[in-house]
């Protein structure tokens, strides 16, 4: 039904609004709190929100043995590896360009559906994949690789790559789930399990620092409450009713988001290179999903 597609795309353009914003929120937070702990609060806070709306609406909270594995994967890679590579990247990068490294998420979810689909891919697509690695050697701008901070930099891009990676594995996953779990229940599952995962690791690898300046609790409280639960939940709701390189074709919008609001907010910089990287990448995002109607995942 055309209703339904419209409140589909609409609120994966939401979703992608919300975690464009991210990047330079979760930037300010890092000023004051260490990137595992960070997505650690922030999904344990999550959780609890939609923990509690699930209760009050008497949602089934009972996990047969399948679903239970199902949404602890999840959780291990769409909350918790993806959110430490992003983090500790953004840590060592810019928001800006970290935004534009996000273009390439959709080439990434190509690749993996075909991994695990056995897709084959044209020669247009082949072409806009090849684009989409020229695009991001241009975000990178191999001139300004020289000294440590540059190296800092190149790693920071590399882990986003990664989260790139377990973001499509999750895209993929979560469309499975969403057959049989509503898009809040999904979400708070995910991220518990996400949670219970980081904890440990940040036990291990980090200390608690206090106290958190205002300007941290206010970040922590945006990335919970809107860029997690509602952006999860909004991503899910959509994904859900198309095809899941369909809906993270529509988080091309991400980069432009991002570098607009750590333009706005941070006063980062983005050179005249990067930004015909961020533009070729798109064009070989656009090229390489053209027959996209065709990739739905299979029943």
Same mark, same amino acid.
């Given at each position: 039904?055309?209703?339904?597609?419209?409140?589909?795309i609409a609120?994966?353009v939401?979703?992608a609004?919300?975690w464009?914003?991210?990047f330079?929120?979760?930037?300010?937070?890092?000023?004051?709190?260490?990137?595992?702990?960070l997505?650690?609060?922030?999904?344990?806070?999550?959780?609890?929100?939609l923990?509690?709306?699930?209760?009050?609406?008497h949602e089934?909270?009972?996990?047969?043995?399948?679903?239970?594995?199902?949404?602890?994967? %999840?959780?291990i890679?769409?909350?918790a590896?993806n959110h430490?590579?992003?983090n500790?990247?953004?840590?060592l990068?810019?928001?800006s360009?970290?935004s534009l490294?996000? %273009?390439?998420?959709p080439?990434l979810? +190509?690749l993996v559906?075909r991994?695990?689909?056995?897709?084959?891919?044209?020669?247009v697509a082949?072409?806009?994949i090849?684009?989409?690695v020229?695009?991001v050697?241009?975000i990178?701008?191999p001139?300004?690789?020289g000294g440590? +901070?540059?190296?800092?930099?190149?790693l920071?891009?590399?882990?986003?790559?990664?989260?790139?990676?377990?973001?499509a594995?999750?895209s993929?996953?979560?469309? $499975?789930?969403?057959? $049989? !779990?509503?898009a809040?229940?999904?979400?708070?599952f995910q991220?518990?399990f996400?949670?219970?995962f980081?904890l440990p690791?940040?036990g291990?690898?980090e200390?608690?620092?206090?106290?958190v300046?205002?300007e %941290?609790?206010?970040a922590?409280i945006?990335?919970a409450?809107?860029?997690?639960? %509602?952006?999860?939940s909004l991503? $899910?709701y959509?994904?859900a009713?198309m095809?899941?390189?369909?809906?993270?074709?529509?988080? $091309?919008l991400?980069?432009v988001f991002g570098?607009l609001?750590s333009?706005?907010v941070?006063?980062e910089?983005?050179?005249?290179i990067q930004?015909a990287?961020?533009?070729v990448? +798109?064009?070989?995002?656009l090229? !390489?999903l053209?027959d996209s109607?065709l990739?739905?995942?299979?029943?």
């Amino acid at each position: 039904m055309p209703t339904s597609r419209t409140s589909s795309i609409a609120s994966v353009v939401v979703a992608a609004f919300l975690w464009g914003t991210s990047f330079t929120v979760s930037k300010l937070a890092l000023r004051s709190i260490p990137p595992l702990s960070l997505a650690w609060i922030r999904f344990v806070l999550a959780s609890a929100i939609l923990l509690t709306w699930l209760v009050v609406r008497h949602e089934d909270l009972r996990l047969d043995r399948r679903a239970f594995g199902a949404m602890m994967l %999840g959780g291990i890679l769409g909350y918790a590896l993806n959110h430490i590579f992003e983090n500790v990247g953004l840590a060592l990068s810019t928001a800006s360009e970290i935004s534009l490294m996000m %273009g390439v998420f959709p080439v990434l979810s +190509l690749l993996v559906e075909r991994l695990v689909y056995h897709r084959r891919f044209s020669r247009v697509a082949v072409g806009g994949i090849a684009l989409s690695v020229v695009g991001v050697v241009l975000i990178i701008d191999p001139r300004t690789l020289g000294g440590a +901070l540059a190296g800092k930099r190149l790693l920071g891009d590399g882990l986003i790559i990664l989260s790139g990676i377990c973001w499509a594995f999750y895209s993929i996953l979560v469309k $499975n789930l969403s057959r $049989n !779990s509503s898009a809040s229940r999904t979400a708070m599952f995910q991220m518990l399990f996400g949670s219970i995962f980081l904890l440990p690791l940040v036990g291990a690898f980090e200390r608690p620092v206090f106290p958190v300046p205002a300007e %941290g609790v206010w970040a922590v409280i945006y990335l919970a409450v809107f860029c997690s639960v %509602g952006g999860y939940s909004l991503y $899910n709701y959509g994904v859900a009713r198309m095809a899941s390189t369909q809906a993270v074709n529509i988080l $091309n919008l991400v980069p432009v988001f991002g570098v607009l609001t750590s333009w706005v907010v941070l006063h980062e910089t983005v050179t005249a290179i990067q930004l015909a990287g961020g533009a070729v990448v +798109l064009l070989g995002v656009l090229l !390489s999903l053209r027959d996209s109607s065709l990739v739905a995942s299979p029943s």
